[in-house]
């Protein structure tokens, strides 16, 4: 079994659609989580760090539910240039910090 | 500073041979990565330095790879005796804090023909 598990893609959504993305983690040492999106042949980068209360970043929602080792991302009214690989990762901080990440979800928004 | 920076960016090497890859990091963060990334998967981690002390190494790091950061700062990737297998993205993150999130690097494509 993978450490973190993503939904499996592509999703292909319409302009103005909400889309979530659903993720669980097997390890429940984990300590620090994070959504990273990337772009296709580019580096990833840090879309929101998720906290436990929940946390929201304009059209972006991110939910962490620990006892049931369970992470979300909702993108509300999607928009063309959302289209990206969104990858859902869990640090360690008793392990050097280290990000291990899931296999990603492709989002593909189309007009 | 302009993040975190690698070279080179695209490695095309007949299998067999040798590789090197740079990674420069941002300059105040102690904590340098490195990862590798193939198609359709997510990074997986490789091997970390916290200074100049490699802390952890992956079991996917096998012998003919070795990564060194002698001053604490830039921090090099060797493969020997490249397979093709190797083929991969390799990324670089450095970070201040791992609670606050890491920056990539642009990443070095080696293809092994």
């Known amino acids: 079994r993978k450490e973190v598990e993503q939904d499996p893609g592509p999703f292909n959504v319409p302009e103005g659609a909400t889309v979530a993305f659903n993720c669980t983690y097997s390890?429940?040492?984990?300590?620090?989580f994070f959504w990273y999106r990337q772009d296709c042949r580019k580096e990833p980068k840090l879309l929101m760090s998720v906290y436990s209360s929940g946390n929201e970043d304009g059209r972006f929602t991110a939910q962490l539910n620990r006892a049931s080792q369970y992470i979300s991302l909702l993108i509300r009214d999607s928009k063309l240039s959302d289209s990206a690989t969104y990858l859902c990762?869990?640090?360690?901080?008793?392990?050097?910090?280290?990000?291990?990440f899931g296999q990603g979800t492709e989002l593909s928004v189309k007009p | 500073d302009t993040g975190v920076s690698q070279n080179p960016r695209h490695k095309i090497t007949k299998r067999g041979q040798n590789v090197t890859f740079r990674c420069d990091p941002i300059s105040e963060h102690n904590r340098l990565y490195w990862y590798r990334q193939t198609l359709g998967q997510g990074p997986e981690f490789l091997t970390y330095f916290q200074n100049e002390a490699q802390l952890e190494k992956s079991r996917l790091l096998s012998d003919r790879f070795s990564a060194e950061r002698p001053k604490g700062s830039f921090s090099t990737l060797e493969i020997q005796r490249t397979e093709q297998g190797d083929s991969a993205m390799y990324l670089c993150?450095?970070?201040?804090?791992?609670?606050?999130?890491?920056?990539f690097g642009s990443g070095t494509r080696l293809t092994v023909v």
């Open positions: 390890n429940s040492a984990s300590q620090s």
């Open positions: 990762v869990v640090s360690f901080y008793n392990q050097g910090g280290k990000l291990i």
């Open positions: 993150a450095s970070s201040l804090d791992p609670q606050a999130g890491y920056t």
